[in-house]
């Protein structure tokens, strides 16, 4: 083994942390009879030789070796030697679109050559993995599969291979592998997909012999992939069937299929593996749950398959499996249209667990979403009223009890009212705390004005120029008097909390109106000010507060002018507010809007807005709100509600409505499968004024 090991330099060459001198090192290890030993030198190889996904030129010397290693009969470890080579061959990364730190062009070669050898490397060598689909190593052969389809040039070779190995596999682990290795195939290689979807649809249909669960599944999870029109039309009952199997299994005391036990060693693999498994350990068969969440991302927009779903994951006895369930409705009911009613309504269950984490978990997502949460209502009222359990703390928010208040102020329940009177006392105050007040009554709102006050009277600003920002916009929302004083304190307090705080402070007297006359006399110093970061918000208080309009138009248009897209943003955002009061501003805006530069993305639909405002001429404004529209997609729901104010004029959008309202998913959902949650608020508003403009339009 390692023939021409010694006879390489590899001094000579590098990896993360220097030269490479201590890799030959590193692959004996790999070769150990000591299981601590391996996975310490598989650590390295992954901590150094592959740092995060770098390849050096100590990595494609590495090439010939591993695959050495992965073809000695007998080894253990070699599953992982598997995933490794994997990785370093990239699966066709574009290099073009990868970052490289050096402006070096002769460094940038080097490191792209690396990148392609290690990827043609691998692919050359990978032949000899078709001859060990029939290893007995459980773990090396649930590897293979998924390595062939990326790596090996002969798919339809790899194709005939994984079907025959389905004939004969026993071990639950590889068959799952095999059928992920099937889709994945169908999925690149469209000639061969039907060959795979006909595979996977004797392995998901129970009448064929192979009745394992997790197979079954596996196999619906894939044809999903890469044949979703030939998915059965029970694919619910049939995923839901499995869940229930699984469980029952495990509470006859199946075992578990975790292998052998893995050692513990001082490496970032382990320290990995650890965390994965204390995740794991509260969920019944936790390999059906992440197949499930496989389904679930497969399926795409099927949103009645996936909202059935996630339904009876809701339901689940399995308190693990609803700990799943309640992550992926937050993906889901943030980013996808459909019946949300009842999920929405099984998530406000899970606070009656007596489980905390459960309850702080499901609160946590109806957070998100407030807009469409009115069936967890109640619940979320339940939990409140049942208090805290103990005396609350600064950190109110991460407790279960916290949780659930943050979620029913989201909706502007008046029943939050007494709960964060009480938590903002002392504790933290919420980044969104003005956006909750805003949503309540004003009988709510001025409620909570007393101890927002008390909490602005004790506060550092410059401690604190966070805290206090939200503060203030809190107790601006409440729209009283009372909250004049303490925000005008703030503004002529000398350099408290600099630019932030003044900012804030600025932003609450334009909100309180003409109920912060006694400002007027900074407000008309702060307009002149010299610094423009104070200059939009001073003339939209001059103006709210004491309809200043003159000198607030001059600084607004001003502003218009300046070199940071930023200051416009503001300023057009203030002439949408002002109205057709603004519309002597129109000249400024029409220049803006006819210059690529500043009429570009989310800030083209500010701009469209702020032209309507002033104009409010319908076919002046059209253009800009289309480009808008389809320049950016944050624009849609502001453009949408514009339409929805002109009344019949909007009648050429209802095509572009249409179609808008007839897609699956949330405006701004444009995929992924990471913890997204999106803007499910204003794909609400989107879709409350597209139908409106289309009825206003006569349905045409």
Known sequence: MFTGIEGLDWASMGHAYGDASDVPGLLRGLASADATEREIALDGMHGAVHHQGDVYDS???????????????????????????????????????????????????????NLARAESDTRARSGPLLDLLDDPDASLRQQLPGALVQLHDDQRAVLTALRRRLTIEQDPRVLRALAAALGELGVRNAELAPQAADALTALALPDTGRTEPGLRLAALVQLARCAPGRLPERTVEMAVDVMREAREAEEEGAAREDGVPAPETPTMISYLRRLKASHRGSVKAPWATDLLRELHYALEDRVAERFALLEDQLRSPDWGQRREAIDMSGLL???????????????????????????????????????????????????????????????????????????????????????????????????????????????????????????LSWIDPEDRPERTGYLLEAVAATGSAEAVAPVLRLLRTSGTGGTRVRGAALRALARLGATAQEALPELRELVRDSDPSHRVDAAAALWSVGGEKDVALSALSESLKAEPWFHRHDAMRVIARMGTEAAELLPDLRRLQESPEGNGGWVAGTLAVALWQAGRDPEESMPALLHAWSEHRDNRPDVAEVWARMGPAAAPTVPLLRQELAAARRYDNTGGTARSRYRCANDEQLLRHGRAVIEQCGGR
Do not use: K
Request: include cysteine; proline fraction near 6%; charge should be negative.
């Open 333 to 455: 009911l943030t980013g996808w249209r459909g019946p949300h009613e009842e999920p929405v309504r099984l998530l406000g269950e899970q606070l009656r667990e007596a489980e905390p984490r459960i309850a702080r978990w499901a609160a946590a997502e109806l957070e998100w979403l407030y807009a469409i949460g009115g069936p967890a209502a109640g619940s979320l009222a339940e939990r409140v009223a049942a208090g805290p359990g103990s005396p609350t703390q600064a950190q109110w928010n991460e407790t279960s009890y916290g949780a659930a208040l943050s979620a029913l102020a989201a909706q502007g329940d008046a029943r939050a009212v007494p709960g964060l009177a009480e938590v903002l006392r002392f504790g933290h105050v919420p980044e969104v705390l003005g956006d909750w007040i805003d949503r309540m009554g004003r009988e709510e709102a001025v409620a909570l004005l007393p101890v927002l006050v008390r909490r």
């Open 59 to 113: 990595t494609v010397a590495c090439i010939p070796f591993l695959f050495e290693l992965v073809t000695t009969a007998g080894l253990p470890g070699r599953g992982g030697i598997v995933e490794l080579l994997r990785s370093i061959d990239g699966d066709g990364r574009a290099v073009e679109e990868m970052y490289f730190e050096s402006d070096d062009e002769d460094e940038y070669a080097a490191w792209a050559r």
